[in-house]
């Protein structure tokens, strides 16, 4: 399998390229629509990811998608990081300040302390 990666081209532009940097489709974005296709790409592959596949010509947008986390630190200005893991196995960093972790860890304690109004029921791509 050949990774594509995008990149950033000339005009607001989004270049879709091979690993070897040849070029598969470049796309006119504003990075709102950037940010709305990378949503929807990711949920798309955790989605075809899970036991239950969804139906062909499905719209799969803003999906609550199961993930494993773990913390960390920038390796670059030494802020906390909180290391997520998707399905299909992909790794996305989010970078934060320390006062927005501890808002953050204050908030999850609070919300897993409380019952869910649905009950308790495994993790899947919905």
């Known amino acids: 399998m050949t990774e594509i990666v995008a990149r950033i081209a000339a005009e607001d532009a989004v270049e879709l390229v091979k690993l070897d940097s040849s070029l598969i489709a470049s796309i006119s974005m504003t990075p709102a629509e950037a940010a709305y296709l990378a949503r929807d790409l990711l949920a798309s592959a955790a989605a ?25 630190w920038s390796n670059i200005n030494g802020n906390p990081v909180l290391s997520i893991s998707v399905p299909p196995g992909v790794d996305l960093t989010f970078e934060m300040t320390r006062e927005v972790a501890k808002q953050l860890g204050a908030a999850l304690t609070a919300h897993a302390e409380q019952k869910s109004p649905l009950g308790d029921h495994p993790s899947t791509v919905h």
């Open 48 to 72: 075809l990811s899970s036991p239950i596949k969804p139906k062909v010509g499905a719209m799969v947008a803003d999906a609550h998608i199961p993930f494993a986390g773990k913390l960390g």
